[in-house]
């Protein structure tokens, strides 16, 4: 008997930020038997003006909808792409139109080492190998790094369009440490069974210690379209293991990227007034963080 073909549009969104633990949360969430999170982690559907092309995304509807299965009380999926305003725009707007009564997490960490965290990453990257070299880095290589960091002018986006109830922010820090408390949270917030219990949740998912820089051409073949293909096919869990046995074979490893000095205490001051926004807005301390 074939898989019932889903009609029903998510009503989760992980909107980001990223590096912060998005695709461990969207993990844990597609163990919970009331969930079905998409089988491709990052669809980008709405990323783009309908009728746009864009290479990493999914614009087609039949084919998005096909990645969340039929029949789950929440059907999510995890792009932070979505709270990365200027650059990518109107996202808030386009949800509001498929999924008037969604629902959205985000996911935030330090914001200076939130961009440490993306620079490592780009520097796994060839187009970015200049940052390999251990050296602090004293100006930001391409833009919309700091927006993203900017965690309060994002959730104003949504604000625009979305009630406050409708958001949930979560310390990335905390999920690390108090995995069960956070998730508990988060089905609460979902209204789900909140004494779920996985041995997975143990596990840590796409841990960045361990980035690894791979070869061009193996680093553009997970976004070649019959990779697509094969992604949607096994799901997202095992397109992941097989990625990082890919890289323990392949890669090299990327050391941690620090800011200079000078391009830390810019940030920090730049960055003050949306942290100080964030705290006032969830009533969270964010102890521990630099601003």
């Given at each position: ?6 009609t029903e549009m998510p009503n989760l969104f992980i909107i980001g930020a990223a590096k912060c633990g998005t695709t461990s949360l969207h993990c844990y969430l597609d163990l919970h038997p009331e969930i079905s999170m998409s089988r491709i982690k990052e669809p980008r559907f709405f990323a783009c003006p309908e009728g746009t092309r864009e290479e990493r995304a999914i614009t087609d509807r039949n084919r ?228």
């Amino acid at each position: 008997m074939g898989r019932t073909r889903n009609t029903e549009m998510p009503n989760l969104f992980i909107i980001g930020a990223a590096k912060c633990g998005t695709t461990s949360l969207h993990c844990y969430l597609d163990l919970h038997p009331e969930i079905s999170m998409s089988r491709i982690k990052e669809p980008r559907f709405f990323a783009c003006p309908e009728g746009t092309r864009e290479e990493r995304a999914i614009t087609d509807r039949n084919r998005y909808l096909a990645l969340f299965e039929a029949g789950k009380k929440i059907r999510g999926e995890a792009s932070p792409a979505y709270s990365q305003h200027p650059a990518v725009s109107g996202v808030p707007g386009r949800i509001a139109m498929e999924s008037p009564d969604a629902k959205f997490i985000y996911l935030v960490r330090d914001p200076i080492e939130r961009i440490e965290s993306q620079l490592r990453m780009l520097a796994a990257l060839d187009t970015y190998e200049s940052l390999r070299y251990g050296r602090p880095v004293d100006a930001l290589p391409v833009d919309g790094l700091v927006d993203a960091s900017r965690y309060m002018s994002q959730i104003r986006q949504y604000l625009e369009v979305f009630r406050a109830e409708s958001i949930l922010v979560l310390d990335s820090e905390r999920l690390a440490r108090d995995r069960r408390g956070s998730l508990a949270e988060t089905f609460r917030f979902l209204g789900v069974d909140t004494t779920f219990e996985d041995s997975e949740f143990d596990h840590r998912v796409n841990r960045g210690h361990a980035l690894r820089a791979l070869p061009a051409p193996l680093d553009r073949l997970p976004g070649s379209a019959p990779i697509g293909k094969v992604k949607s096919a096994l799901g997202a869990r095992r397109v992941r293991r097989i990625r990082w046995w890919i890289s323990l074979r392949f890669g090299s490893p990327v050391q941690p990227i620090s800011l200079s000095s000078r391009l830390r205490e810019e940030l920090k001051c730049e960055l003050r007034p949306e942290i100080e926004d964030l705290r006032e807005f969830t009533g969270l301390k964010f102890e521990g963080w630099s601003i």
